[in-house]
């Protein structure tokens, strides 16, 4: 039995995540194909789109055996711990043989080689990386300069690849391989041109833009277009966050938002001496940004600040591997993969929500992770739900996702 793995948002699934499944098959000869996808919340620091099951079936309907919840404290992390939980939860399963992500360069050896530097850390890495901390650089471009330093002449170009979110993504994935000893190989490919989710997802918060049926396979186009009417979903506009995000603000002070996840005393005096320009999240999220914080590092802040994510708690949980794989969606022909995880994986699979207490009873940190996974969705569907939905349906009435 040979079992390949994709790790993904699906935010929302288009053609180019269909060609990645499709090829991922291909390319390694896989019996079974694995997705470990983030929830309701992911890596950019927003809500996803479309709620999370929903995301789950297209996968399964478009090549995916088994759809796996990415917990949100690593799915709303930066790069390396969005990487580090999905990397994680995949050697604890004990069935990956090779996991396959899409790039711009499209080519493995020399993501391999930044990874190397970066999973070692050299001291001329860290010296450089901090000499330009200091100088005001923001981490992503203090650590491409850095690594530029670890490089003969004629690798320094190879630091570049760094600027391009799915090449960063896959030096990610790499370096916790190479530190975790993964059993897995990775296989990377060229990301399919011309195909942007930002673009999709603009388009479907626009009430004037049209999607490109190009961009989408059949069964995600259909999904999308009867979305609201069966999912009880809408679509999930950021915006709508910010009067609730600004009332929590109002009832806290900046020393206690300081001890929120990726806050800090800096930026939480920052907030609070520009919170009165804000009218939006927007304008919230552009008078944050400085040259030293990216607007991603922003967006997870008030996301964090939103969900209310304390720092030593967050940091509690990330730095242990992931402590259980819970079960979005599957095809029925997955049954010999999930009772294989069951045998020999080293981590709890949770099919449904109510055995969780059962399985995680002799660990406590997992058990805290999966309820802030259930308030998070909760806190989600509050928001993004269609009056006919009410009432809501807790986490633990709404069914996992099964195919034939």
Known sequence: ???????????????????????????????YLVVVMSGDFVQRGEPAVMEKYTRARVALMNGADLVLELPHYYSLGSAEYFAKGAVSLLNRLGCIDALVFGSECGDLAPLEKLAQILAEEPPAFQVH???????????????????????????????ALLTQPNNLLGVEYLKQMFRTKSRFHAVTMRRTAGVSSSVIRQSLLSPHTRIRKAMLPETSAILIADYEANSGYR????????????????????????????VGEEIANRLYRILPEAHNLSSLT????????TEARVRRALLHILLHIPQKQYDACVKKPAMYARVLGFRKNASAVMNHIKAAGKIPLITKLAQSTT??????HALRLLSEDV??????????????????????????????
């Open 286 to 293: 552009s008078l944050l940004h400085t040259k030293e914080l």
């Open 375 to 404: 308030r998070a969705s909760r806190i989600y569907d509050r928001f993004y739900t269609t009056p006919a939905a009410y009432p809501l349906k807790s986490e633990y009435e709404k069914p996992v996702i099964i195919l034939s």
């Open 235 to 262: 679509f999930a506009d950021p915006a709508v966050l910010f009067p609730a995000l600004t009332h929590l603000l109002m009832l806290e002070d900046a020393k206690g938002v300081a001890g929120i996840a990726d």
């Open 129 to 159: 990386l901090q000499e330009y901390l200091k100088e005001g650089d923001d981490f992503p471009t203090a650590r491409t300069k850095a690594l530029a330093f670890c490089l003969t002449e004629e690798e320094k170009p190879l630091a």
């Open 359 to 364: 399985l995680l009873k002799d660990d406590p």
């Open 1 to 31: 039995m040979k079992t390949a793995a994709v790790i993904a948002e699906f935010n929302p699934f288009h053609n180019g995540h269909t060609a990645l499944l499709r090829k991922t098959r291909d390319r390694t000869g896989a019996d």
